[in-house]
């Protein structure tokens, strides 16, 4: 079996416990923008991008988990977001400080992601 194929096996597990993937976040200024997830839906993943409003009303209650780039062992390459309260606002991170600013362990920006699957998707003509 093929590491993508392990760390995708993984992610099903904790999706199909109503867990959510987050492969990607744009960040601007130390607060997170837009966020994709994946979460398990009538028996397959289904993608969305989210508000930090959304994740933060809507943090489910089995976790949320990164999928960190570069990492290749399934037990270390999904990590879990943890979120707090700070002074202002709630926050993100998955290295475990309480640094108020968003952190999602280095995963690309949704813009990246959305042309990877564009591109997945383009057609010959």
Do not use: H
């Amino acid at each position: 079996m093929t590491k993508a194929k392990q760390l995708a096996e993984k992610a099903a597990e904790l999706m199909k416990k109503e867990a959510v993937v987050v492969t990607a976040a744009e960040i601007r200024n130390g607060v997170v923008q837009k966020i994709q997830v994946y979460f398990w839906d009538n028996n397959a993943p289904v993608m969305d991008v989210i508000s930090k409003d959304d994740l933060v009303q809507n943090f489910p209650d089995a976790g949320v988990y990164v999928l960190v780039p570069g990492e290749s062992d399934a037990g270390k390459a999904l990590k879990k977001l943890e979120m707090f309260e700070g002074e202002e606002d709630m926050y993100f991170r998955t290295d475990g400080t309480k640094t108020q600013a968003d952190e999602f362990a280095g995963v690309p920006p949704v813009l990246f992601m959305e042309t990877v699957e564009a591109v997945c998707g383009l057609q010959g003509e």
